[in-house]
């Protein structure tokens, strides 16, 4: 087997929200969680590492696992996904990161504004220092910045304010929707999706506004928004999933997954080499069990599929672009919405 390009690693489970879409904060174990020596068994090949949780920076070994891991994956792009919460941690962590990693990029959660984001993450007050957290980290020089929005029921109506409140702070935006997880975010929690016709409507809406952005990055963005429409009004995949090929999630105790939805155990990095745990039995035993898999629509498990596939996506984005300008650009999937 080809080594993976693409791994989330959750770097602790302890979190200090109460998000309604996750349930991390609820579970509580008595194992002991990886020190920043064990990641050094990671393997070499990774390009894009996802740092999460929990939440990453209330591990006070952030930076030295972040250090352990550039210097394991030295051609990777780290990105931390943080809900933005310890501004005074950020601070004093950010010029550490930095001296690590220059590119190091963060994404601040914002799932709303004020009251809404406030309730959706079960913090009072939460909106306001998610807010103040990215100024902070902005002027300590993190250029990678940007804003995380989790759409739901309680918040679709509400995209184009988050998208255009990172328009406003000068920082990227990207967007995904609620997941059922049994291993990460919880059961059930599919049951929080928006309504069809909504979603629709402003999903299309941010959609045609990425697509005449003069900044390709932000086409490529679009496409996979389109995408995302397509998996929530279709349950079909735009591409192929890759989990256990090109991509894994490892938790906070080192246990490698296929992926953060799926419950499909490979083995203990702590106590399994990369190589006899890549290229186990079991580990081709749930490649099996994956092939045709539609259970999410994720960039973790989207990103090396559409670098793999860059021609036709790229195809894809041209013809789309130019249809976006046009004010002809539509969703040829699944068009009645009010269906199954």
């Known amino acids: 087997m080809i080594d993976p390009y693409n791994a989330v690693l959750a770097v602790t489970q302890n979190c200090n929200s109460h998000c309604i879409m996750c349930d991390v904060w609820k579970r509580k174990r ?25 939440e990453p920076f ?22 931390i996904s943080t809900n933005g919460l310890l501004m005074e941690k950020m601070r004093r962590s ?3 990161l930095l001296r690590i ?21 079960g913090i009072p007050g939460s ?11 902005k002027d300590a020089g993190i250029r990678d910045l940007g804003i995380a929005m989790t759409v739901m029921e309680g918040n679709v109506s509400e995209i184009e304010k988050v998208y255009n409140l990172a328009e406003d702070r000068g920082v990227e935006f990207s967007i995904s929707i609620v997941s059922d997880s049994s291993s990460l975010f919880g059961d059930r929690k599919k049951l929080l999706r928006p309504k069809k016709p909504e979603l629709f409507l402003n999903l299309m809406y941010l959609i045609n506004r990425e ?24 349950r079909k995949r735009p591409l192929p999933c890759d989990a256990v090929e090109g991509f894994f999630y490892m938790d906070s105790f080192g246990e490698i997954y296929c992926c953060p939805v799926l419950p499909y155990s490979l083995g203990n990095l ?40 860059l021609l036709k ?9 130019f249809k976006a300008h046009l004010n002809i650009l539509k969703f040829n999937h699944h068009e009645d919405i009010n269906g199954e």
């Open 30 to 54: 008595e194992e002991k969680e990886m020190i920043p020596s064990d990641y050094s068994a990671l393997p070499s090949s990774l390009r894009d590492i996802n740092i999460s949780g929990g």
């Open 58 to 79: 209330l591990k006070d070994e952030l930076p030295e696992v972040i250090e352990v891991v550039k210097r394991t994956c030295p051609k990777a792009r780290i990105l």
């Open 94 to 96: 950010a010029p550490l």
């Open 101 to 121: 990693d220059r590119e190091v990029a963060i994404r601040v959660s914002i799932d709303g504004i004020g009251k809404t984001h406030d309730r959706i993450r």
């Open 127 to 137: 909106f306001n220092k998610a807010v103040e957290g990215i100024r902070i980290l």
């Open 211 to 234: 697509y005449r952005n003069i900044n390709p990055k932000r086409w490529f963005r679009a496409w996979f928004e389109k995408g995302l429409l397509r998996y929530a009004l279709t």
């Open 270 to 309: 702590r106590r399994i080499s990369w190589n006899a745990l890549w290229n186990s039995d079991e580990s081709r035993r749930v490649r099996g069990l994956l092939k045709g898999c539609n259970r999410c629509w994720m960039i973790c498990t989207a990103r090396s599929q559409t670098r793999s596939n």
């Open 313 to 321: 996506v790229g195809t894809e984005v041209l013809l789309d672009k």
